[in-house]
C-alpha cells in the first residue's frame, strides 16, 4: 500500500521552529521527488517546497526562501521541512506530496499525505 503519513504540526510563536516530517511507503519514495505543500482555509492549496531523488535539486517558494529547508533521509524513506522564523501566515494545514519530478503545481503530483496543522501565533 502506499502511504504518506506527516508528522510534527503543532501550536508555535512566531519566530519560533518546527520540523516536519512525512514517512513514506517504498513506492512513493524510491526513486522520486518528494515536496510539501500547504493549504489555508479559504486558500488555493500553495506549493513550499521540493527535493529530488538524489536531493541534488531543491527548490523554495519565495515567501519560505532562507526560512524553510526541505531534506530528506533516504535510507528511512522520509522527508522533512525545517521551518524557522515562522510567521502567522505560515498557518496552514501542511501536506507531503510524491511525484515523478520535482514541479511546483499539485498536479504534478500523484501520491498525497492527509496534512498536518501547522499554526503560528503573533
Known amino acids: 500500500q502506499v502511504q504518506l503519513v506527516e508528522s510534527g504540526g503543532g501550536l508555535v510563536q512566531a519566530g519560533g521552529s518546527l520540523r516536519l516530517s512525512c514517512a513514506a511507503s517504498?513506492?512513493?519514495?524510491?526513486?522520486?521527488?518528494m515536496a510539501w505543500f500547504r493549504q489555508a482555509p479559504g486558500k488555493e492549496r500553495e506549493f513550499v517546497s521540493t527535493?529530488?531523488?538524489?536531493?541534488?535539486?531543491?527548490y523554495h517558494t519565495d515567501s519560505v526562501k532562507g526560512r524553510f529547508t526541505i531534506s530528506r533521509d533516504n535510507a528511512k524513506n522520509t522527508v522533512y521541512l525545517q521551518m524557522n522564523s515562522l510567521k502567522p501566515e505560515d498557518t496552514a494545514v501542511y501536506y507531503c506530496a510524491s511525484g515523478a519530478k520535482v514541479g511546483v503545481h499539485p498536479w504534478e503530483y500523484d501520491y498525497w499525505g492527509q496534512g498536518t496543522q501547522v499554526t503560528v501565533s503573533s
Open positions: 527535493i529530488s531523488w538524489s536531493g541534488g535539486t531543491t
Open positions: 517504498g513506492e512513493a519514495f524510491r526513486w522520486r521527488a
